[in-house]
């Protein structure tokens, strides 16, 4: 959440200047997600007009390759002609009933194949990531009987009270709000601990005998820039858990389609007992969905006493964009193309970045990547946080400049996408290589 002062140097374009103004008089900052606004690197952002393949299109009339992916639902790339097609297909036949649907089991039943921890089990729909993990931890309270939980430092799960926590003085002691309106009661309850550090979730456990109902976690975290979990870090969350009878919830809202055909659990062959989904899932519309264990499901109503509800979740348009994109999927397996174009990319970066003596820490898992302005290693928050952020702020300048759409942040993953070719790669390398030279050089 580092901030700069906006600089008069501003990438956006006249037009894009103009209804930037306009934003700011009816909505907050402009945007409607915070991130938007361009707040850590300055300037004011683009306005985007429409959207295909591995490009988006400005307002000011700019062609940008773009790594956003609006922030991770586009792994197909954007407006897929046959997501396309399902949505407008649906949206002749109502675009919302609040009652059931043939589309909605088979979407279900796709994912419980695929998804380790959803085979022989259930799930539910819900219409963003945020209400997938607030309803799994929902339910992980109410299947344990038991209030506490444990987040990473710098894990992003959505903006549900609980989840809105930093850490408290000491590891193992109960965290407090890190956003206004947020009370301290309802962080009370809300344990945050380093990523990749096992030793200090088994010291909340030790602390808190019989009382940790959940442990929620991001398999691969994404919302610190990229930090791959260390080796034999999920499988010790795993066996904690299991020991503890307290409930393992990997947030694969990110990660979940996007680093194989099951997720991050399938890559690293650890098997959660709640798993969150959202972002590819719904194919660019607003979807989500959480679910798992049959008998932890059980406790959701009406089988059960959770209560959790949505007026508009597993709505038809949602459903068949979701559908979409898993046939999509699964005719076309992608996952190979995603590997090595997103290898040509995150090695081409850090060829360039050594070439030119640029302190750089690359991360990498699948079509998610991040570099880090500094030498590195990062596999907590507080590596992160040691970034040069000012530096970052002047990469995304630099590549915007060039034509080149990035996360506004250092804390944030590019994505490849199925329609991110070598061609677009390369040229984005090329960028990369001058902005790089203008960082020595400044
Ligand atoms: C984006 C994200 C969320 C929140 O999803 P929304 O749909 O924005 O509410 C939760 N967890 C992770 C890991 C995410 O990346």
Redesign the pocket.
């Known amino acids: 959440m580092s901030e700069t002062t906006p600089t008069t140097d501003h990438p956006a374009d006249d037009r894009s200047r103009e209804l930037f103004a306009a934003a700011n008089r009816v909505l907050p900052g402009g945007v409607n997600s915070p991130v938007r606004a361009f707040r850590a690197v300055g300037g004011d952002p683009p306005f985007i007009r429409r959207a295909s393949g591995c490009r988006i299109y400005t307002e000011d009339g700019a062609e940008l390759i773009d790594y956003v992916a609006s ?2 639902p586009a792994l197909l790339g954007h407006a897929h002609p046959e997501v396309v097609e399902a949505v407008i297909a649906a949206a002749r036949d109502g675009l919302s009933f609040g009652a059931c649907t043939a589309a909605e089991t088979e979407l279900a039943e796709r994912l419980c194949e695929r998804v380790p921890s959803l085979r022989d089990g259930m799930l539910r729909m819900v219409s ?3 209400e997938a ?1 607030m309803s799994a931890l929902r339910l992980a309270r109410g299947f344990t009987g038991r209030d506490l939980i444990i987040k990473a430092d710098g894990g ?3 903006h549900a009270d609980m989840l809105l926590a930093a850490a408290g003085s000491g590891v193992a002691t109960l965290g407090t709000p890190d956003c206004a309106g947020v009370p301290a009661d309802a962080v009370n309850d809300t344990l945050v601990v380093p990523y990749n550090d096992p030793d200090a979730v088994a010291a909340c456990f030790a602390a808190h005998p019989a009382r940790i109902a959940a442990v929620i976690v ?1 398999p691969i975290a ?2 610190m820039g990229c930090v791959p979990p260390r080796e034999g870090y999920l499988q010790n969350l795993r066996d904690q858990t299991r020991a503890h009878g307290a409930v393992l919830i990997f ?1 694969e ?2 990660t979940g389609l996007r680093v194989a055909r099951g997720g991050a659990q399938e890559l690293y062959g650890v098997t959660p007992d709640l798993t969150c989904l ?2 590819v899932l719904g194919g660019g519309l607003p979807m ?1 969905a959480y679910g798992g264990d049959r008998a932890i499901m059980s406790t959701v109503a009406p089988l059960g006493p959770v209560y959790q509800a949505g007026t508009l979740s597993g709505n038809p348009l949602s459903v068949a964009a979701g559908l979409a994109t898993l046939r999509v999927i699964d005719r076309d397996n992608p996952y190979d193309a995603l590997e090595s174009h997103s290898a040509r990319l995150a090695d081409g970066l850090r060829e360039r970045a050594e070439h030119h003596q640029i302190p750089w820490f690359g991360t990498r898992v699948g079509s998610m990547a991040c570099g880090f302005f500094q030498a590195g290693p990062v596999h907590d928050f507080a590596d992160a946080r040691g970034s040069d952020t000012e530096r970052f702020a002047q990469w995304h300048r630099g590549m915007l400049a060039r034509g080149i759409y990035l996360a506004p942040s250092q804390f944030e993953c590019a994505f490849v996408s199925t329609a991110h070719d070598e061609a677009a790669i390369d040229t984005t390398l090329a960028a990369a290589d001058e902005v790089f030279a203008e960082l020595a050089g400044a």
């Open positions: 922030w991770g963003s990531g945020t993990t992003y799960h959505g991001e994404g919302n947030d809202v990110m959202a972002k989500g």
